[in-house]
């Protein structure tokens, strides 16, 4: 989709903001416009952090250039230029002078941080000249060639499309020749020779040379960080961060610092506390004589923050006393770029950093401890579908494992998946083919996002605990190993060859992100140890929420998941998933071969014990909570035999032949079962299914004695007549139950809201209903005319023509489905003012729909057991 909305941009408009010198005319709060790294390069420097001069311009300018058929107007170029004048003037250099020349990097930055995502471009103003008067004015010919190569190979790949190994593999190539292993090694007439293979090889792939002009220089990266908002994997990016396309990217023009002059200098990445486990304490990488591309892109294995204390202990200690300030500044913890260059520390970026979830936690509930931050900010801090890192299984401890490799632990968590090598692969086998994948790479690139998203975890054999992979991987929440150097991995073959072993494409592996192990095989997980740290977060949430939280679970584990994660009772049992166990087909499909009611009783007479079990089971772990039971809702059909085995047997077993099942297969097949002879209907039609269900469950609450409050949901109703047919049978029921067993049971029967008629008629539906449960998954497809299970084929489109901002069955469409919600819970409660109301459909998990139902006046939502923490703090959320 390209940008459909820009505003005008006249001539008095500002388009470029500059900063340096300890002042600075932005500020933390114009992200929007100046992009999270403008913002806060503006902000440090008003704390009076030293940053390099330089100038931000806006995101408006991105998004006219998008509605301008990529042209700019001419106030911005104008602009521009008195800003670089600007820096000029503060940094004593000339921008393409042959003498003194200013160089200058080109970054992106958008107002939410997408890592990786975009194109930086540094060292820009180097030429033939300037590269000389560079060298001798720092008297290091080494430095400036080692430069101006890899301004050369960046500017050719960022802005003139050029693959940058081609470059990777002459550097390589160089090093061979001079038996070297570190681009450190090579002297400056190596780098001399490098620079000219370089622009030789410019010359024959793009039949025109290298740029000289500086300005052209500029002009082409800074259009080129424009045109990498919309690259794959920054578009692949903002749909999986929900990040809308219409903001466009800012552009930082700043004078660069080197940290490649010496051994004096250096480049690094850090980060306040730490971003996997969230304890506090300082956690980064640096690398000496290096730039900072060399960190993040993962092409030399950095050391750990710590060993600068003893290599630079003056600059360590100026760019701790830098952390502290920055986080009681923001009150969060930072992600921090930073350069030093003869030995004076230069601040390049900061911003608040990805965290795992656990860290996420950690950290919110210390900054509480710490004053930082109250309660209810933090509660506000964590992000309600991160928690599900937290909520699934770990590795064994107890298994046995062959150990391949041992690299960084970049991203916590464990997975096993089967070896692929390619981004490509990883999503046709991991999302086409729904098959577990661990993607393996030397090292991983902004273009492999779409690779690691479908991936299971990431393994690379270069890079740190800051490259590429281990962010983009702990902000997604998958497990990564990093720099596991002892792997030789051989794209052509397909394999990769560690401690004797061979691993081939396909093969399955585990990799430990918390350890840094990488293992043979798939190996035996543990159900997760949820901190104290949780406990307490959540403990803060459930304070402050207004809606209940409740679970979908008919089974016995999912109920157990379900209490242990705070479900406060079962919100949708769906029974129809228990006549799926193999004791039960068979007497369930004799019941629908039966032709006559007594028939069918007979074959309901096997069902009701095993059912009977059933609810005693969820009422005994619920005690004291209410469980919502669905009575059967699927059509017939879904229960009956396919194969010549099954008919055969269910034949033998009611008595009849194997043609008469046929038949009767053949006679209960819809057209449109989802809209055919299903939920009320069954027990309109076969009363006596619901008659046996209704026995169940209240001979079970009997059973039970105490505590129990069943909740009998009618599903699908159209019009009020069916839920009074059908209510006054389950009462009937409940009265016999009472009478044989001397007992009294509090219960309630409700009906499930999935049809709009329902909805708009909720007013007659009431009188008779004492509670109402959204069926949403079914209310959306009724309301949209989409079915679910068909919609993946087209829906992936219409979001990206802006048809529809999100699915609609993974986020509520408010506007239709919505409405409709509103609607019945106002004209329900118009008639029965203490009516129970909630939502059972996927919906429930969901924050963005939690938070409408928070506002449509809602008591309760139900989800996924494992959705359960997540609904609890989305709900404590949309309360605050």
């Not at 008095?12 to 933390?28: C, H, I, N, R, W």
């Not at 494409?505 to 104290?532: C, F, H, K, R």
Request: aromatic share 6%; glycine share 8%; net charge negative.
């Amino acid at each position: 989709m390209v940008i459909q909305q820009a505003r005008k941009t006249e001539a008095t408009q500002k388009l470029v903001y500059s900063f340096g010198d300890g002042a600075a005319e932005g500020k933390a709060d114009m992200r929007n416009l100046l992009g999270g790294k403008g913002a806060n390069l503006a902000e440090m420097c008003s704390l009076g952090l030293p940053v390099p001069p330089g100038f931000t311009i806006t995101t408006e300018v991105c998004v006219g250039y998008y509605a301008n058929n990529k042209q700019q107007a001419p106030a911005f170029d104008a602009q521009m230029r008195e800003a670089l004048a600007q820096i000029e003037e503060k940094v004593g250099a000339t921008f393409g002078d042959d003498k003194n020349p200013l160089l200058v990097s080109v970054r992106s930055g958008a107002r939410a941080s997408m890592p990786g995502m975009m194109d930086t471009v540094l060292n820009l103003g180097l030429n033939d000249a300037t590269v000389k008067a560079l060298a001798k004015k720092t008297g290091n010919e080494r430095f400036a060639y080692d430069s101006y190569r890899r301004f050369i190979q960046m500017y050719s790949d960022v802005v003139l499309g050029l693959d940058h190994y081609l470059f990777e593999d002459m550097l390589s190539q160089k090093k061979l020749d001079r038996d070297v292993e570190l681009d450190t090694e090579l002297t400056a007439d190596d780098l001399k020779d490098l620079v000219h293979q370089y622009k030789e090889k410019v010359q024959e792939e793009l039949k025109e040379p290298f740029p000289e002009d500086v300005h052209k220089q500029l002009q082409g990266a800074i259009y080129a960080v424009f045109d990498s908002w919309m690259s794959p994997r920054a578009i692949t990016y903002r749909k999986l961060q929900d990040i809308p396309e219409s903001w466009g990217t800012a552009v930082t023009v700043q004078s660069m610092v080197f940290g490649n002059m010496g051994d004096d200098c250096a480049t690094g990445v850090a980060f306040t506390r730490n971003p996997s486990t969230g304890e506090k304490k300082y956690y980064g990488e640096f690398l000496v004589n290096a730039q900072g591309e060399d960190v993040v892109a993962g092409i030399r294995t950095p050391q750990p923050l710590e060993e600068m204390n003893k290599a630079m202990p003056k600059v360590y200690k100026q760019l701790t006393s830098v952390f502290d300030t920055l986080e009681a500044h923001y009150r969060d913890m930072q992600d921090i770029e930073f350069t030093i260059q003869n030995d004076k520390l230069w601040m390049l970026q900061t911003r608040s950093g990805k965290r795992t979830a656990a860290a996420a936690v950690k950290i919110a509930v210390d900054m509480v401890a710490e004053k930082l931050i109250d309660k209810k900010e933090a509660v506000k801090r964590i992000d309600p579908l991160s928690l599900d890192q937290l909520l699934h299984p770990t590795l064994d401890p107890k298994a046995k494992k062959t150990v391949l490799a041992t690299g960084l632990p970049a991203s916590p968590g464990a997975a096993s998946g089967k070896v692929v090598f390619t981004a490509e692969d990883a999503e046709s086998l991991g999302i086409e083919h729904r098959e577990k994948v661990i993607l393996v790479r030397i090292e991983t690139s902004p273009e492999d996002i779409h690779g690691m998203h479908a991936a299971q975890g990431i393994l690379t054999a270069r890079g740190g605990m800051t490259s590429h992979a281990a962010v983009v991987a702990r902000g997604m929440g998958k497990p990564c190993v990093s720099g596991a150097s002892e792997l030789r991995i051989d794209y052509a073959k397909k394999e990769f060859k560690v401690a004797g072993h061979t691993v081939k494409e396909g093969d399955v592996i585990t990799i430990n992100g918390g350890t840094g192990e990488v293992m043979l095989g798939a190996i035996p997980t543990v159900q997760p140890q949820l901190s104290a740290d949780f406990e307490t977060l959540m403990g803060w949430a459930d304070s402050v929420r207004k809606l209940k939280v409740r679970a979908n679970a008919e089974t016995l584990t999912d109920a157990e998941v379900a209490k242990r994660f705070g479900a406060e009772g079962i919100g949708l049992c769906r029974t129809e998933h228990m006549f799926f166990d193999s004791e039960r087909i068979t007497p369930m499909r004799e019941m629908i071969v039966a032709q006559t009611a007594e028939g069918r009783k007979t074959a309901l007479a096997k069902l009701l014990p095993m059912q009977r079990k059933d609810f005693i089971d969820l009422f005994t772990i619920m005690k004291g909570l209410p469980v919502t039971i669905r009575l059967l809702d699927p059509p017939l059909h879904e229960f009956l035999p396919h194969t010549d085995e099954d008919i055969r047997q269910v034949a033998e077993s009611a008595g009849v032949s194997a043609d008469v099942v046929r038949q009767r297969a053949h006679a209960l097949k819809e057209q449109n079962p989802m809209l055919g002879h299903r939920g009320c209907r069954l027990g309109i039609t076969y009363p006596e299914i619901y008659e046996m269900q209704a026995q169940a469950i209240f001979e079970a609450a009997a059973h039970i004695n105490d505590g129990v409050i069943p909740e009998i949901m009618i599903p699908l109703v159209m019009v009020p007549k069916e839920l009074a047919i059908l209510k006054a049978l389950v009462d009937k029921v409940a009265g016999e139950v009472m009478e044989k067993t001397k007992t009294k049971i509090t219960y309630m029967v409700g009906t499930m809201i999935e049809l709009p008629r329902a909805a708009l008629r909720a007013g007659d539906i009431a009188p008779m209903a004492e509670f109402f449960s959204f069926g949403t998954n079914d209310l959306t497809q009724t309301t949209l005319g989409i079915s679910r299970d068909d919609s993946a084929s087209f829906i992936e489109i219409y979001k990206q023509r802006g048809i529809v901002e999100h699915d609609p069955f993974v986020t509520l469409d408010q506007s239709g489905v919505g409405e409709l919600i509103q609607l019945a819970v106002e004209r329900g409660r118009a008639v029965r003012r203490n009516l129970k109301i909630g939502i059972c459909g996927e919906h429930g998990g969901d924050p963005a729909s939690i938070a409408f139902c928070q506002k449509a006046g809602l008591d309760y939502v139900s989800c996924s057991p494992y959705r359960v923490p997540v609904a609890r703090l989305a709900a404590a959320q949309a309360a605050l």
